[in-house]
């Protein structure tokens, strides 16, 4: 199984389109995952035309958003816990608030984002991935987005472009 992971896209104030790379990654995914920071539903809509969407909402997020979505959640897919968290918040480091997250509960993985900053390393047993932005690339040399393939194994890496 294939997934895309996003966040930070900040659609449309950071971008009016998804950049191509991105879009053929979407048209090949069997799921996306959006980490949160959409910025308007009318994105959630235009991503939902790719296919099945799973995500939370970020601190910059409509009303809208809000309401439609968590804050945080567990996706159980082909016997793998993917935690998916924004990361937010006021105390500690991104990293460690997403990991808060989930403290109490088994996950294999976190995505989170917040920090625009790609995060793909082990901590404990989890494996915590940020994709950074394909949109707002902030002070990172490109911008990125995630690719996680489930086999017989988890294996998540970014794009750069």
Not at 155 to 160: G, I, S
């Amino acid at each position: 199984m294939k997934i895309t992971v996003i966040s930070d896209t900040h659609m449309p104030k950071k971008a009016k389109t998804l950049p191509i790379q991105v879009v053929k990654a979407l048209q090949q995914s069997e799921l996306i995952i959006h980490a949160g920071d959409w910025q308007t539903i009318e994105f959630f809509h235009e991503l939902v035309q790719y296919g099945e969407v799973k995500g939370v909402y970020g601190n910059v997020d409509s009303v809208e958003l809000q309401s439609r979505l968590p804050e945080k959640q567990i996706i159980e897919i082909v016997g793998f816990r993917i935690g998916v968290v924004h990361g937010h918040g006021k105390r500690w480091t991104t990293e460690r608030r997403a990991l808060e997250a989930f403290a109490e509960s088994h996950v294999d993985c976190i995505i989170f984002g917040h920090s625009h900053i790609p995060v793909l390393k082990e901590t404990n047993g989890i494996l915590l991935f940020n994709p950074g932005s394909c949109t707002d690339k902030r002070r990172q040399p490109q911008p990125s987005f995630g690719i996680i393939s489930l086999d017989e194994g988890l294996h998540a890496e970014h794009v750069f472009f």
